[in-house]
């Protein structure tokens, strides 16, 4: 069972930008498809945003345009570049991968 540790959230303010990052404890490249989710207070986990394997994308209509995926397989990381953050962003954010999911980074944007 991969492990995932997320990491780079923090508070800033509308129109900021963050860069979170997701390290998994084994290699990545066999996952086919790994994602971000995120909950805000009250809400359901939604998806964010996705990514295969070879570098297909998928976006929530919601983060389309200002966020972009990334994964790096040597260094068994994904990413989420958020810009442009508004304050409907404010959620803890999750990395999965298969069965595994990380224990949240909590993204706070002030307007």
């Known amino acids: 069972q991969v492990q995932l540790v997320e990491s780079g959230g923090g508070l800033v303010q509308a129109g900021g930008s963050l860069r979170l990052s997701c390290a998994a404890s084994?290699?990545?490249?066999?996952?086919?498809?790994m994602g971000w989710y995120r909950q805000a207070p009250g809400k359901q986990r939604e998806l964010v945003a996705a990514?295969?394997?070879?570098?297909?994308?998928n976006y929530a209509d919601s983060v389309k345009g200002r966020f972009t995926i990334s994964r790096d397989n040597a260094k068994n990381t994904v990413y989420l570049q958020m810009n442009s953050l508004k304050p409907e962003d404010t959620a803890v954010y999750y990395c999965?991968?298969?069965?595994?999911w990380g224990q949240g980074t909590q993204v706070t944007v002030s307007s």
């Open positions: 999965n991968i298969a069965t595994a």
């Open positions: 084994g290699s990545i490249f066999r996952f086919n498809t």
């Open positions: 990514i295969t394997r070879v570098a297909g994308t």
